[in-house]
Structure formats: structure tokens, C-alpha cells
């Protein structure tokens, strides 16, 4: 017999109620974690290649090994809470990410700190779905979208002081310490966790978890991040050999969930040709936002002379912008449909990374990076919205956790290639993020090749991208469609059932 949930389905926590907060306390705590540590570790990384004398794949690997774990296994992640308890399942991530977060802030080296990332990671894939989807079944119905929204803001609010907070710890002591902050609050959110949240699961949950599909994800995912981000340092026949393994390991994966009987990634979702060519947008557009927040935030440290605070201030303006105006982009999606604003807004934001590429030695905040990253700010607005309700409304709507699912990782993986692959398409050599000379003309072609990403993303929307048909059988219209997003790293979470 499966366990009935401790929270009955027709009652529910409200939000005015101390519980209510607190539930609500704990999964921003959390999200916020997972959500600020994908960007903030952008800004220690030139004090990290200094201090742990890492070349440019030690340094690339920092970051991509965290979003490597998350983007294998988040629909892992939300199957499993669904199935064993979505407080446990969230506490356990948490845990994980406080582990990895001590062994990362004490790691003597580059291997042993992008080991512990790794691990942040797999924390981050199990708490993150988690988080949305203990609001979803602990608040009662009236009160689940307003506390959506305030996790939805607050969320953001914490990607906009995480990267000045993690400039501060820089500047004052070490990189260090961007990890050990992460301890307090992972012990409060763990007691908060423990006391406040209810447990809860869903009965009509699939009975396995597709561990095979998932290891083989992973698989594919790191040996070709591996592939690429080794092919300028270790010569074309070793790189192309790891691309063949991981092109091997995504057909075996892609056979796997074709006919396992309770797959990862039901491939039928794709059939829907707006939820495909969404995905192929968010591929597009977020793996050019990874490149660019990536190159920005160090070649601004290394190339124009800024300390880490003022290069963490640099994003502040696409947070802020999406964090005013992304209602209303969304309620303006709704009236004259996705494609206008699909189409415009990473166009938009092409032009702002193109212009970025101004960033050289003595560039002017205010003249060379503001109006360029304001730019790219409302281009996000306009898209990202517009986006998540296509995303969302194209699936049916009993899949509506999954497809978010599917867009957040697919979002992940975008940056997580073309982060891995820059290095290798700018010609910078290992010691290239800590060489001024090297950097800066490696950075202008970066910023090239973003622009031309966003630019192919907007060009996608408008050439192929058609409303979805409102209020069919099993679908949810568009304009109900939630619109989360978290901040600039990834596109909304919902919860994520592998089903």
C-alpha cells in the first residue's frame, strides 16, 4: 500500500497563518541557496584561479560541474520527492549542499572544489524542484498563488544581492567564504524544515525511478562538457573521443526513454511543436546568457581593473528590470501572443551582449557596461515570461510539471555546453582567465558568439513559433500558465515529476 499524505489534499496552510511563513521561510531559504550559488561563484572566480593556481579548464570546471549535477538529475530530483516525501527528499538536498558547500569553502585545490561543486549540485537537483512543490501541496488553494508569487520574488530578490553580497566576502576576506556563509542558513532552513513543513507525496506517482536514464543523462552531459572544454588544451583526438562517448551515451539515452516503461523524459511531451520550439529557443538563449555572465563578471576583474563588488553590481540591471516589468511582459504575451515578444526580446539583448564587447582595460561603468547590460535586461524581460506561459501551455496540463522541468534543465545544459566550449572557440589558452593581453580579445569574440545565439533564438521564434491553441483538451491556456523565473540563471521550476 503507498503512504497517504501527512497533509490531506482538500486542506492546506494559509499564509497568514505563523506556520504558513514559516513553510514559506524555509523554501526560499532554500531555493535561494542553490539559485544564488549558480551565479555568485561567476564573481570569486578570478580570486580562485590566483589563490588554487587554476588555468582556464580548472576554472570553467568550477562552474560547470555544479551545473552539470543539477541539469542530470532535477527531474530526478522532483520524481523522487514526489514518490518518498517532499520535505525529506528537500531536507536531504539541503544537507548535501551544506556538506559540499564546507568541503568547497576548505578544498586545497582545483579538483577537490570542483568535486565539492559537483556535489552542491546533486543537493541543488533535490531541493530545488522541492521547494516549489512544497507550497504547491502544503498551502491550501486560495492562498497557493500569492505565496507563489512572494517565493517567486523574494527568489529574486536574493539573485540580485547574492552576487554584491558574494563581491562584499571577497573583498573584505576570501572566496572562501562565498561557501561558509552558505552554513548558517542551511541550518536554519534545515530547523525551519524539520518543525514547520509538512510531509507530503503524491499517490499517483510513478513506482520507479528512472535511475538508468538518469546516470546515462549525466553520462552524455559531462563526457561532452568534457569534450569541449579540453579540445584547445589536450589536442582534437582526445576531445573528439570524448564527444563520441557522450554522443553514444545521449542515443543510449534518448533509446532508454523511448521504451522504458516509466521513463525520465516521456519523448511523447515534444510532440507538441510550440513546447519543442520553446526549448530549442531556451537552448539558444540561455546558453548564450551563461557564456556572457560567465566572461563578463571575470573579464571585468581581470581585464577592466574592477574590484568583485563592482563586477557583481554589473547584473544587477537585468534583475531589476525583470523583476518590475516581467508581469507585465507576461500580461502583454497574452494579448498579442509569444512570437512578437520571443522574437524581439533576444534580439534585444543581442544587440546589449554585442555592445558589451566595448569591455576593455580602464572601460567606464557607466558608459561601457550599464547601458549595454540594461539592454540585455529588458530583452530578458521581454522574453522570459512569454516564454515559461509557452512552455507551460503546450504541454498538457496533467504534465505541466514535468514540461517546466524540461525547460529548466534544458535551460542549464544550454549554458553548461557553451560555457565548456568558449575557451576552445576563442583560442584562450590555460592561463588565459588570469592574463589580461589573452583575455581581453578572447572576451570581444565571446561576446560575438552570444550575440549571435540570442540572435538565432529570436530568429527561431519568429520563423516557427505559433500560439498554442487556448483552452484545448488537457492543455492549460497560456494565460494561466505560471510565470516563476529564477532570475537570470534559469527558467521557471515547477514541480518536476519524472512522469
Not at 558547500?101 to 559537483?118: K, T, Y
Request: proline fraction near 7%.
Amino acid at each position: 500500500m503507498r503512504p497517504r499524505p501527512v497533509l490531506p489534499p482538500d486542506s492546506g496552510l494559509a499564509l497568514h497563518e505563523p506556520r504558513g511563513r514559516w513553510v514559506l521561510a524555509a523554501t526560499v531559504l532554500g531555493s535561494g541557496l542553490a539559485l544564488i550559488d549558480a551565479t555568485v561563484v561567476n564573481i570569486a572566480l578570478p580570486a580562485i584561479g590566483a589563490d588554487l593556481h587554476a588555468g582556464a579548464t580548472g576554472l570553467t570546471w568550477t562552474v560547470n560541474a555544479y551545473t552539470l549535477t543539477l541539469a542530470a538529475l532535477i527531474l530526478v530530483g522532483g520524481s523522487l520527492g514526489d514518490r518518498l516525501g517532499r520535505r525529506r527528499v528537500f531536507v536531504a538536498g539541503v544537507t548535501l549542499f551544506g556538506a559540499a558547500s564546507l568541503g568547497g569553502a576548505i578544498a586545497p585545490g582545483i579538483v577537490v572544489l570542483v568535486v565539492a561543486r559537483a556535489v552542491q549540485g546533486i543537493g541543488g537537483a533535490l531541493l530545488t524542484p522541492g521547494s516549489l512543490a512544497i507550497i504547491q501541496s502544503s498551502f491550501r488553494p486560495d492562498d497557493r498563488a500569492r505565496a507563489i508569487g512572494a517565493w517567486s520574488g523574494l527568489g529574486g530578490v536574493a539573485a540580485a544581492v547574492g552576487p554584491l553580497l558574494g563581491g562584499w566576502l571577497i573583498d573584505v576576506g576570501s572566496w572562501r567564504w562565498v561557501f561558509l556563509i552558505n552554513l548558517p542558513v542551511i541550518a536554519l532552513v534545515i530547523a525551519l524544515a524539520l518543525r514547520h513543513v509538512p510531509e507530503t507525496r503524491d499517490p499517483e506517482v510513478v513506482r520507479h525511478t528512472d535511475y538508468t536514464g538518469a546516470v546515462l543523462a549525466a553520462l552524455a552531459l559531462g563526457a561532452i562538457t568534457f569534450g569541449l572544454s579540453t579540445w584547445g588544451a589536450r589536442g582534437g583526438a582526445a576531445a573528439v573521443a570524448e564527444l563520441g562517448v557522450g554522443i553514444a551515451a545521449l542515443a543510449g539515452f534518448l533509446a532508454r526513454e523511448r521504451f522504458a516503461p516509466e521513463p525520465m523524459l516521456p519523448l511523447e511531451i515534444f510532440s507538441s511543436r510550440p513546447f519543442t520550439v520553446t526549448n530549442v529557443v531556451t537552448l539558444l538563449v540561455y546558453a548564450a546568457l551563461g557564456g556572457t555572465f560567465f566572461w563578463l563578471v571575470v573579464t571585468l576583474q581581470v581585464v577592466a581593473g574592477l574590484g568583485p563588488v563592482q563586477a557583481g553590481l554589473s547584473l544587477l540591471p537585468v534583475t531589476v528590470l525583470m523583476l518590475v516589468f516581467s508581469a507585465q511582459a507576461g500580461a502583454l504575451g497574452v494579448r498579442i501572443g509569444p512570437r512578437p515578444l520571443m522574437a524581439a526580446g533576444p534580439m534585444l539583448g543581442a544587440l546589449g551582449v554585442a555592445l558589451l564587447a566595448r569591455v576593455g582595460t580602464g572601460a567606464n561603468y557607466v558608459t561601457d557596461v550599464l547601458g549595454p547590460v540594461a539592454l540585455l535586461g529588458a530583452g530578458l524581460t521581454l522574453t522570459v515570461s512569454p516564454l515559461t506561459s509557452t512552455a507551460l501551455g503546450s504541454a498538457p496540463q496533467t504534465r505541466a510539471g514535468l514540461a517546466s522541468g524540461v525547460n529548466n534543465a534544458v535551460a542549464r545544459t544550454g549554458g553548461l555546453l557553451l560555457v565548456a566550449a568558449l575557451p576552445a572557440l576563442t583560442g584562450l589558452g590555460a592561463e588565459g582567465f588570469r592574463d589580461p593581453r589573452a583575455l581581453a580579445p578572447a572576451f570581444r569574440t565571446a561576446m560575438a558568439v552570444c550575440a549571435g545565439l540570442l540572435f538565432a533564438g529570436g530568429l527561431v521564434a519568429a520563423v516557427f513559433l505559433r500560439r498554442p491553441a487556448p483552452a484545448a483538451a488537457g492543455r492549460a491556456p497560456a494565460a494561466e500558465c505560471p510565470r516563476h523565473h529564477c532570475s537570470v540563471d534559469a527558467t521557471p521550476l515547477g514541480s518536476t515529476r519524472g512522469r
